[in-house]
């Protein structure tokens, strides 16, 4: 089953799950991540997924990035359903459509800035020049830096950077500011609505950090693996009011 065409038109949907369920183990000892989660995330959106450690978060970003299958339900990706993709289609879903940034950075300790966004645009479909893709995080003057000599924030800027060096329809950021202190935290935050905004990537941010749902333009609450409400802001904070 090929994937439709890469980008995806705004106002359409980027993701949506229907029924979507997680469960982990068997009998007494089973852990039920999601619940029946029903979700649409319009494509061009900046949207944040709130909820405490264990509610379920992680898990839907898992599932709709392709890491992770869900025990029942549907999720889409466009008009592609993710749930009947075999393993070489969701790898090619997650090399040409998907990027993601973690809490930790998980940049090559002995290479430089550029030589880490290297590592995707050498093997992606339509890359950004490394250079292009470090200066549109502000870090055109850092690229022949090693990660030992950037700043925590600094670092999550070079992953940022090597997410979207391969021009991905969607951004998937777990906790993105999770290891930061709240000043480099909305420096990071300011990079993702740049992102958003500049290049119409749709950013899902994962994050039990409340306040950061004041820059989206849709709130998800998580309690239990499931969804508690959803909100849509009127009107949008910008990182730099953003306080936590």
Not at 100 to 126: G, H, K
Request: charged content about 20%; hydrophobic content about 40%.
């Amino acid at each position: 089953m090929p994937l439709s065409k890469r980008r995806l038109d705004a106002g359409h949907a980027a993701f949506v799950t229907k029924a979507l369920t997680k469960t982990y183990g068997a009998g007494e000892a089973a852990v039920h991540a999601l619940r029946g989660v029903d979700l649409t995330i319009p494509a061009g959106e900046f949207a944040v997924l709130l909820g405490p450690s264990g509610s379920g978060k992680s898990t839907l970003l898992n599932i709709i990035g392709g890491l992770d299958r869900a025990s029942s339900g549907e999720a889409f990706f466009g008009d592609n359903n993710l749930t009947a993709m075999n393993d070489r289609q969701l790898t090619q879903y997650r090399r040409n459509h998907v990027g993601f940034v973690f809490q930790f950075y998980n940049l090559m300790p002995s290479l430089t800035a550029e030589e880490n966004v290297e590592l995707v645009t050498e093997i992606a479909r339509d890359p950004m020049d490394p250079a292009e893709a470090l200066s549109l995080v502000g870090l055109k003057e850092r690229i022949h830096h090693f990660p030992a000599q950037l700043s925590g924030g600094e670092q999550q800027r070079v992953a940022i950077a090597r997410a979207v060096s391969k021009r991905p329809t969607v951004l998937l950021c777990d906790e993105p500011t999770g290891a930061l202190d709240s000043t480099t935290g909305r420096e990071v935050l300011r990079v993702l609505r740049d992102v958003n905004e500049q290049l119409g990537t749709t950013v899902l941010i994962v994050t039990h950090a409340a306040a950061t749902g004041g820059m989206a333009d849709r709130v998800i609450r998580f309690a239990d693996g499931a969804i508690r409400d959803v909100v849509v802001n009127d009107t949008k904070l910008s990182p730099e009011d953003i306080h936590w």
